[in-house]
């Protein structure tokens, strides 16, 4: 099927509108840990190569690439939409670039290494997102996806830039329909002030 010129220029007016929902967040402590935690558990098996090429998709402003800086890794680069986190990260000395995840302006097989924490709820397709990271992922690399649970008492469905709040064999199958397989998951529970909560990793390898 062609998209007229009408149909496209209506999805990127859309696409266009939603950006303006994006807003700069500062770590917090919660997020900050798991990070730290969840990349000292998977870099030592899944990028041992300190010179591994290394996308940290919604970046923020940079606390996976703080870890990967101090664990010796030099070619680590962050992508964000929020002009805030751009600033912060580059003012830290990170490689940092505006862009949108599901519209990654990297050549094939440009990373080994995709760290995608928090960051496919916020894609209003994340079948075609998963997609263009199976694209830019080398053969043999690794990405590791992190998502929150639907229907937690933190109601993640009803934050204002949520937009694909799916169960965990959702993910699972959009992740190895876009080509992935899934060589292990973790459920994180967590206890907020709202109280229990869950997110869903997934460890994944390129086909």
Known sequence: MEASFNE???LVSFID????????????????DITRDVLEKILPGY???RAARILDVGCGQGPALDVFREKGYG??????????????????????LKMDQS????????????????????????????HEFHRIL?????????VPAPETSCLHETNSNHYSVLGFNAWGSL?????FSVVDTVKLNLSTQLGPDQYWGFICKGK
């Open 175 to 179: 992740i190895t329909r876009s080509g």
């Open 47 to 49: 990028a041992t190569d």
């Open 138 to 146: 080398a053969d043999n690399g690794t990405l590791y996806v992190e």
């Open 17 to 32: 509108s939603i950006e303006r929902e994006a807003y700069a967040e500062a770590p917090t402590s919660l997020h900050s």
């Open 8 to 10: 496209i220029a209506r």
């Open 103 to 130: 519209f990654l302006k990297f050549p094939d097989e440009a990373f080994d290494f995709i760290w995608a924490r928090h960051v496919l709820e916020h894609s209003i397709f994340p079948y075609f997102t998963l």
């Open 75 to 96: 070619n680590a680069v962050g992508i964000t939409l929020n002009e805030e986190d751009v600033r912060i990260c580059r003012e830290k000395g990170h490689t940092v």
